[in-house]
């Protein structure tokens, strides 16, 4: 599976942006689908997750209420809606493909990352 991450850039505080994360490859459905973020500094975290099949969902704390992970395995897509975005939320923003975990290392493949960035 190949990963294209796209949607990332620069948005004010309080706003919005959309991540998608487009998969190649046949077997899209049957992997569950991670976000995770990277800030300078940082290690890797993880954000959000689904399920192969889109019914459940699972959130890193500090961003339930505010993001929202959706797919759309006819299109092989995994989309990550960001809402009330906050200055912390600045990272690189990769997504993953693998179990459905919160741990890094349950995932296999990765793709390449886009950099979120919001302002005060």
């Known amino acids: 599976v190949q990963l294209q991450a796209s949607g990332g850039g620069l948005v004010q505080a309080g706003g919005s942006l959309r991540l998608s994360c487009a998969a190649s490859g046949r077997t899209f459905s049957s992997y569950g689908m991670g976000w995770f973020r990277q800030a300078p500094g940082k290690e890797r975290e993880f954000v959000a997750g689904v399920t192969w099949s889109g019914s459940s969902t699972t959130y890193a704390d500090f961003v339930k209420g505010r993001f929202t992970i959706s797919r759309d395995n006819a299109k092989n897509t995994v989309y990550l809606q960001m809402n009330t975005l906050k200055p912390e939320d600045t990272a690189v923003y990769y997504c993953?493909?693998?179990?459905?975990?919160?741990?890094?290392?349950?995932?296999?493949?990765w793709g390449q990352g886009t950099q979120v960035t919001v302002s005060s």
């Open positions: 993953a493909a693998g179990l459905y975990s919160t741990v890094t290392t349950d995932y296999d493949y």
